[in-house]
């Protein structure tokens, strides 16, 4: 006997066979899906109409909700409002070459050019720290920053602490009573494919807005222009206005920091990626200790593994770091890594590249032993190796140069092994660009970040000392040859 949908009482035949089972089935999926709606439809081939529709056996089922987790988070989500004020100056003469290499930046009338932007932030500690995303606050001349609460208060922010690598920024709230709600950092190792989270932000401008998803991906890489970092990929919408934002567990704790999405729109495709939180919380401590942020120096250089190297050296996967190259007096060296071996896990997770490699490094700290496991021969090895910053560069290792020369307005750098690996640049030695300062002649030229100079002249150029002194030469043209990526470019410039 059952109830109708009009209260009385009926019989009903108990099904038999796969008949029974389809409607054991869609009792279970009434009860487990609650968010699908008040009536779920579940079609089999020549299942009858009415063994397929069920509504959820009670009221919680129907009340299922997010809504205790988002209460207990959002007050701690905050809007971050910047404004960067900075002096240009207007002149038809502006883009000239010409006139540029004269006059330089300050040629016509000065005037302020005003910009705003808007982003999202996290407060993660009772005093007012909040996380945000660097490009969220990157910008020129003079910037004001503020913050808004989910309770409409608003605050003046100053940055503690801009890393650039990771792409996070530290603000301190200006003001308030020292009480602020804040979220506890997850540990974003123990997070695993499928979980469920939640995105909170300020889309487009709209308003603090809650989605959710599940984690789609760890360990994601190529979004990234960091050796050192990796990301986590969501399925939960993120949109313009959510960096810096929120990627909350379901425990209710920060376990990441959104900060980019896959998209060809500029609309949420369903691929958002957040910055870890054990990344996040190594820089938040980083800027409460007021001590500068040390990356580690593996001193090898590593190779991402492809199909035919896992084939060659016996790996039962297609994943883990080749080890290419080892320096002298890294830690590599003294751990005892050599040539061909290849990074398999470090403090037992498994690594899927060589920055999956770095990272674990980062997090694990400088000054710390991690324990690396590698394919050698054939055989797993297991290996101690102290993480170790990397070599300070000398006082003459990097310079901005100035003058009537083809390099005026441009920042170079000694390069070194670790440089080279931060570049992803192939050569260990020799001066490479770091900045081009917009407007210089070295950009009108087309110089870029990242090119290495190879001569000037017939001169070979070794360090950024030498380079300084080829530039007082003055020749009656500058005949220099640049590594590009794979490419070697030669340009001739009159005086």
Do not use: C
């Not at 129907?62 to 701690?76: E, F, G, L, N």
């Not at 208060?153 to 100053?158: L, P, T």
């Not at 394919?375 to 290792?397: E, H, I, Y």
Request: aromatic letters at 6%; charged letters at 25%.
């Amino acid at each position: 006997m059952s109830a109708g949908l009009n209260g009385r009482r009926r019989h009903v035949r108990r099904p038999q066979g796969w008949q029974r089972r389809v409607a054991e089935a869609s009792l279970l999926i009434g009860a487990l899906g609650a968010t699908l709606g008040p009536i779920m439809v579940l079609l089999l081939p020549g299942a009858p109409a009415a063994a397929q529709r069920t509504v959820p056996p009670n009221r919680a089922a129907v009340q299922y909700s997010y809504s205790p987790i988002v209460k207990k988070v959002t007050p701690a989500v905050v809007n971050v409002y910047v404004r960067h004020s900075r002096k240009v100056f207007n002149s038809p003469f502006a883009d000239d070459p010409f006139f540029r290499r004269f006059f330089g930046r300050r040629l016509g009338r000065p005037s302020r050019r005003m910009q705003n932007s808007l982003g999202s932030g996290v407060i993660v500690s009772r005093g007012g720290i909040v996380v945000t995303n660097n490009h969220v606050i990157k910008g020129g001349g003079r910037t004001e920053i503020k913050v808004a609460l989910a309770d409409k208060r608003e605050f003046d922010a100053k940055v503690v602490l801009r890393d650039e690598a990771s792409d996070l920024a530290i603000l301190r709230i200006v003001g308030g009573d020292g009480n602020f709600p804040f979220l506890e950092f997850e540990d974003s190792d123990q997070m695993e494919v499928g979980d469920i989270v939640l995105a909170i932000g300020n889309p487009f401008g709209v308003g603090q807005t809650v989605t959710s998803g599940i984690i789609s991906a760890l360990a994601r890489s190529k979004r990234s222009k960091s050796g050192s970092q990796i990301f986590i990929q969501t399925d939960a919408a993120i949109n313009p206005g959510n960096s810096g934002g929120a990627l909350v567990s379901m425990s209710g704790r920060l376990a990441g920091i959104n900060t980019a999405i896959y998209s060809r729109s500029g609309g949420s495709n369903g691929i958002g990626f957040a910055i870890p939180s054990n990344l996040v919380q190594l820089v938040v401590d980083s800027a409460l200790t007021g001590r500068k942020i040390r990356r580690p120096w593996l001193g090898a250089k590593l190779q991402t593994i492809t199909r035919d190297i896992a084939e060659a050296v016996g790996l039962k996967r297609v994943a883990g770091a080749l080890v290419a190259r080892v320096y002298s007096g890294g830690s590599a060296a003294r751990a005892g890594l050599k040539r061909g071996d290849v990074i398999v896990a470090v403090d037992g997770y498994q690594v899927a590249d060589a920055r999956s490699v770095q990272y674990r490094l980062t997090t694990r700290g400088v000054g710390k032993t991690a324990r690396i496991e590698i394919m050698r021969g054939g055989r797993q090895v297991s290996l101690r190796l102290v993480v170790q910053a990397a070599p300070k560069r000398s006082v003459d290792d990097m310079r901005e140069l100035a003058g009537e020369h083809p390099f005026d307005g441009v920042r170079v750098r000694n390069l070194s092994p670790a440089l080279a690996d931060d570049l992803r640049l192939s050569t260990e030695s020799g001066v490479v660009v770091m900045v081009v300062r917009r407007g210089a002649y070295g950009a009108n030229l087309g110089l870029r970040r990242g090119d290495i100079i190879l001569s000037i002249g017939r001169e070979k150029v070794r360090n950024v000392r030498q380079l300084e002194r080829l530039m007082r030469q003055r020749p009656e043209v500058w005949s220099i040859r640049l590594r590009r990526g794979k490419r070697v470019l030669s340009m001739r410039v009159p005086r």
